[in-house]
């Protein structure tokens, strides 16, 4: 049945006709939230991936002796709910924005990460919030794997915080997920979407813009939290409630990367942002660009906090250049070594 309601309206969600009637069918439960998908990579030869090789994970076949990998990406600033619903190609591209290099890391079996593990890809709408977006990740992870599925989540920048929601969501089974690896998850937000930060004109457009939807303003500061420095007057509710509720941290292996000298980078911006981030005050002199280091591995308080010099924010997704830099197969390994480590806990 709901199949067949799927099925019936699908076209017109990759079109955007009348979208109010699949977000009523989504609210309803018939249907999964239509900005949200969770999909099944198939590995092949080429680094030309096809969509082909990314199978909605409602119809996909599951090994389930094996276990699953998830990646979930971060914030995509210039998305707004008044986006139309993206289809299928628009979800796959937003995934590959971020993890293009670590899917090919996956195909070609990188440290045995093909032979040991199967792997999975979520995306949603990041301009949603935090809570809502976590609500949805837990409500699809609970109809995709069955609870003795080991599952690891492997999220980059705001996916950590979603999936940290998820944790603590009405949808969520405890034991559901196994273990997180985060990679340069703002924890405690970052200073760049706090409009306290800087009285600078041209920051604060910045900061207003990407803060205009209920995502960024989930991105915020928060002064709360071990080892926090304060901006004045900054606040993130959401982050306080998420980090106060969600007080085991022992399965969480947090990666963070700072730019020494505000230099490593490949894209300009995150020099400058480095440079911002240090010379403003207050500063926060280790960053990758975008996320302080302290934000990065909430306080200390995770299990495992590896530190990965020269990196920017990018990079902390694998993401170079060159998909055969060695920064972005480095990472790839120490990560399955995390993976492995956190599948072993009993």
């Not at 914030?75 to 299928?88: C, F, K, L, Q, Y």
């Not at 009285?199 to 960024?216: A, C, I, M, R």
């Not at 490593?264 to 996320?291: H, K, M, R």
């Not at 200390?300 to 830099?325: I, P």
Request: proline content about 4%.
């Amino acid at each position: 049945m709901n199949q067949c309601i799927y099925d019936f309206y699908k076209k017109e969600f990759e079109t955007d006709k009348d979208s109010n009637r699949f977000f009523l069918l989504a609210a309803l439960g018939l249907i999964s939230n239509p900005n949200h998908k969770l999909f099944q990579f198939l590995p092949a030869t080429s680094r030309n991936l096809k969509n082909e090789q990314f199978i909605d994970s409602y119809f996909s076949e599951k090994n389930n002796g094996r276990p699953k990998i998830i990646f979930i990406h971060g914030w995509n600033p210039a998305e707004r709910d008044s986006d139309p619903v993206p289809g299928d190609s628009k979800k796959i591209e937003n995934i590959q924005n971020t993890f293009r290099n670590g899917i090919i890391h996956y195909q070609e079996n990188i440290s045995s990460a093909k032979d040991k593990y199967e792997l999975f890809l979520y995306t949603y709408r990041t301009s949603s919030s935090v809570l809502f977006n976590g609500q949805n990740f837990a409500s699809v992870l609970k109809s995709a794997f069955k609870k003795d599925d080991k599952i690891i989540v492997i999220a980059h920048s705001m996916g950590g915080i979603v999936t940290r929601s998820a944790m603590l969501s009405s949808d969520y089974e405890s034991g559901m997920i196994d273990g997180v690896v985060t990679l340069a998850s703002p924890q405690y937000g970052s200073p760049f979407a706090t409009p306290n930060f800087s009285d600078d004109p041209l920051l604060k457009n910045l900061v207003s813009y990407l803060t205009e939807t209920l995502g960024g303003k989930d991105l915020r500061h928060t002064n709360k939290g071990t080892g926090q420095i304060t901006i004045n007057g900054s606040e993130n509710d959401t982050l306080d409630y998420i980090n106060t509720n969600l007080t085991d941290n022992s399965r969480f292996i947090s990666y963070y990367g700072v730019l020494n000298g505000c230099s490593g980078n490949e894209a300009f911006y995150y020099a400058t942002g480095c440079q911002i981030l240090s010379s403003t005050n207050p500063g926060f002199s280790a960053n990758d660009g975008i996320v302080p280091e302290n934000s990065a591995i909430l306080g200390g308080l995770t299990r495992k906090q590896l530190k990965f010099t020269g990196y920017d924010h990018s990079m902390m997704a694998f993401q170079t250049n060159d998909v055969d830099d060695l920064k972005s197969l480095a990472l790839f390994q120490a990560v399955i070594v995390s993976v492995d480590e956190l599948l072993a806990l009993p």
